[in-house]
């Protein structure tokens, strides 16, 4: 229920957008000795990594139903750079410390600023896609741990 409020009104600033951004600042330095424009697109891309990182980590464990959670993560993150990418030009949302917009500048940089708010529709819209498959993998993967007693594996043969 929380995924679908959020999918539908992807600017509400909830309880796990404080943790993305915290994710999403320590981005900015750590992919910043890569270069200016890699430290800009820093924030975001850290702020997709780590969750992808649980995806992956519970995928390796067997634990399919928790990647799912994990990739749903990944989906609220979509929603959450959306909305930073829609404001681009209008630069209306509070910037931690000041500084330039890094959707402003990648943008800017790469001459598609005039398009934040189609590309930021194009972001939200991979995470509905993203959410909506996390949402119907988890269910039958909980299903099959009901099921078999299992985290969705397959039952071994008897």
């Given at each position: 229920?929380?995924?679908?409020?959020l999918?539908?009104?992807?600017?509400h600033?909830?309880w796990?957008?404080?943790?993305?951004?915290?994710?999403?600042?320590?981005?900015?330095?750590?992919?910043g000795?890569f270069?200016?424009?890699?430290?800009?697109?820093?924030?975001t891309?850290m702020?997709?990594?780590?969750?992808s990182?649980?995806?992956?980590?519970?995928t390796?464990r067997?634990d399919?139903?928790?990647?799912?959670?994990?990739l749903?993560?990944?989906?609220q993150?979509?929603?959450?750079?959306s909305?930073?990418?829609?404001d681009?030009?209008?630069?209306?949302?509070?910037?931690v410390g000041g500084?330039?917009?890094?959707?402003?500048y990648l943008?800017?940089?790469?001459g598609?600023?005039?398009?934040?708010?189609?590309?930021?529709?194009a972001?939200?819209?991979?995470?509905?896609l993203?959410?909506l498959?996390a949402?119907?993998?988890?269910w039958t993967?909980?299903?099959?741990?009901?099921?078999?007693?299992?985290?969705?594996?397959?039952?071994a043969?008897?």
């Amino acid at each position: 229920m929380y995924g679908a409020f959020l999918a539908l009104h992807p600017d509400h600033f909830g309880w796990l957008d404080g943790v993305d951004l915290a994710i999403h600042e320590a981005g900015h330095p750590l992919f910043g000795v890569f270069g200016e424009f890699v430290g800009f697109l820093g924030g975001t891309l850290m702020q997709l990594l780590m969750p992808s990182l649980f995806v992956w980590y519970f995928t390796r464990r067997g634990d399919r139903h928790a990647a799912t959670v994990a990739l749903w993560w990944v989906a609220q993150n979509l929603w959450n750079v959306s909305v930073y990418v829609k404001d681009a030009r209008a630069e209306e949302l509070p910037l931690v410390g000041g500084g330039e917009h890094d959707w402003n500048y990648l943008l800017g940089r790469l001459g598609l600023l005039g398009q934040d708010r189609l590309l930021g529709e194009a972001v939200r819209f991979a995470g509905v896609l993203l959410y909506l498959w996390a949402c119907l993998r988890g269910w039958t993967y909980a299903s099959a741990i009901g099921r078999d007693g299992d985290a969705g594996e397959p039952a071994a043969p008897s």
